[in-house]
């Protein structure tokens, strides 16, 4: 699988008063690695939302390596680490210019009605992105 990187310039208003982002923020960018790897793919959140499906983090771990600081340019790298039609996993590295990791992390993802917020297979629901999401695994092997 490949990964895709996304460029993230570290704002003022993202830093704590020790004056390192606050570890919070990393989360807001996961997300938006993982937009950015779903666009890759030719896919949207909307094409879900639409049909009022969301896709909600239902589990979520971050270790810190080394702090980031206000002005730094940083990379958000994103990958599916598994997929079984229900869940997703995607991992996640912050790094610098310098290929350094400040920090690793994994969201765990389902699919679920809007309303309802029960469970469906993204499988059945949404073949397209099964078929590239299956893809994207085997490309790791």
């Known amino acids: 699988m490949k990964r895709v990187r996304t460029p993230i310039e ?7 008063q020790m004056g390192v982002v606050y570890h919070a923020n990393y989360l807001v960018w996961f997300e938006i690695g993982r937009t950015k790897f779903i666009e890759n793919l030719g896919l949207q959140y909307t094409e879900m939302e639409k049909n009022n ?18 002005g730094e340019k940083v990379f958000v790298e994103t990958w599916i680490e598994k997929y079984d039609g229900l869940r997703t996993v995607y991992n996640y590295e912050v790094l610098n210019d310098e290929g ?19 469970p469906l297979s993204l499988k059945r629901a949404y073949p397209r992105w099964h078929e590239l999401y299956l893809k994207q695994l085997e490309d790791e092997e």
């Open 10 to 16: 570290v704002r003022y208003q993202e830093t704590d």
């Open 100 to 118: 350094e990791i400040k920090v690793t992390g994994s969201t765990k993802h389902v699919i679920v009605n809007k309303d309802s917020f029960r």
């Open 53 to 70: 499906i969301v896709s909600p983090v239902i589990d979520a771990q971050i270790s810190y390596k080394k702090p980031t600081k206000y």
